[in-house]
């Protein structure tokens, strides 16, 4: 019975069983920017973020004071992976909090792309950045967990500065990024957020998993690609 488990358990439990009840509505791209911005590139670019190699446990692991871990979801905790963050940047949809993970990818076409993400309980972040011909567009969507909103964002602004261009697979790219959104809730309420921050991922040959196994996010990333940006 649910009265019997962990105290913490049953707090993501519940959680979970809210955002299940909401289905897909996470994976509403809302916020595909119909301006394109131009990407700025500063080979000098530098912060302390770029030097440091941090690592967190996976949201749903515990570490407690004697070391030991313990799964709020019931699972195992034999291997449970470090994930080195790859993201220095601050959201403050709902309260600032941090955005550490970011992935990025160059493929054949020569269309790159760069995705800044976060999950906790609480909230899910998803900044998605198509970057071509040295112009990007921005997408973004979130979905807070506990309040059910889930709003369609417009992008107000948006810059990127790169240490050189997303060109190489393999390569570790620097950058620091800056958006400011606003976005309309189904009840006609507006809120603001800001994403800004230091990136540093190592540029593979695709997307992640998680954006290419949801669909919405797909189409986006295919309309943007057959886009002819000057």
Same mark, same amino acid.
């Given at each position: 019975?649910?009265?019997?488990? +962990?105290?913490?358990?049953?707090?993501?439990?519940?959680?979970?069983?809210?955002?299940?009840?909401?289905?897909?509505?996470?994976?509403?791209?809302?916020?595909?920017?119909?301006?394109?911005?131009?990407?700025?590139? #500063?080979?000098?670019?530098?912060?302390? %973020? %770029?030097?440091? #190699?941090?690592?967190?446990?996976?949201?749903? $692991?515990?570490?407690?004071?004697?070391?030991?871990? !313990?799964?709020?979801?019931?699972?195992?905790?034999?291997?449970?992976?470090?994930?080195?963050?790859?993201?220095?940047?601050?959201?403050? &949809?709902?309260?600032?909090?941090? $955005?550490?993970?970011? !992935?990025?990818?160059?493929?054949?076409?020569?269309?790159?792309?760069?995705?800044?993400?976060?999950?906790?309980?609480?909230?899910?972040?998803?900044?998605?950045?198509?970057?071509?011909?040295?112009?990007?567009?921005?997408?973004?969507?979130? +979905?807070?967990?506990?309040?059910? !909103?889930?709003?369609?964002?417009?992008?107000?602004?948006?810059?990127?500065?790169?240490?050189?261009?997303?060109?190489?697979?393999?390569?570790?790219?620097?950058?620091? $990024?800056?958006?400011?959104?606003?976005?309309?809730?189904?009840?006609?309420?507006?809120?603001?957020?800001?994403?800004?921050? &230091? $990136?540093?991922?190592?540029?593979?040959?695709?997307?992640?998993?998680?954006?290419?196994? #949801?669909?919405?996010?797909?189409?986006?990333?295919?309309?943007?690609? !057959?886009?002819?940006?000057?």
């Amino acid at each position: 019975m649910l009265g019997m488990a +962990h105290p913490l358990q049953n707090l993501i439990v519940c959680i979970l069983l809210v955002f299940a009840s909401v289905g897909c509505a996470r994976l509403n791209p809302g916020g595909v920017s119909p301006t394109r911005w131009k990407v700025t590139y #500063d080979h000098t670019l530098s912060a302390d %973020f %770029f030097n440091q #190699d941090q690592h967190s446990l996976p949201w749903n $692991i515990v570490e407690h004071d004697d070391g030991s871990l !313990e799964d709020t979801l019931g699972g195992s905790t034999k291997n449970i992976p470090r994930l080195r963050h790859t993201a220095d940047c601050t959201s403050s &949809y709902l309260g600032d909090h941090s $955005i550490r993970f970011a !992935e990025a990818w160059i493929e054949a076409d020569g269309v790159g792309g760069i995705y800044v993400h976060d999950f906790t309980a609480s909230t899910n972040d998803h900044l998605l950045i198509i970057v071509k011909n040295r112009r990007f567009s921005v997408h973004y969507w979130t +979905h807070h967990i506990i309040s059910n !909103e889930n709003p369609t964002w417009r992008v107000l602004s948006a810059s990127i500065v790169l240490d050189g261009p997303l060109v190489t697979v393999g390569q570790t790219l620097r950058g620091f $990024i800056d958006v400011q959104l606003v976005g309309t809730s189904p009840n006609g309420g507006h809120r603001t957020n800001r994403i800004r921050g &230091y $990136i540093k991922p190592q540029v593979s040959m695709n997307p992640p998993d998680e954006v290419r196994s #949801d669909e919405a996010v797909n189409q986006a990333l295919q309309q943007t690609a !057959e886009v002819t940006i000057p």
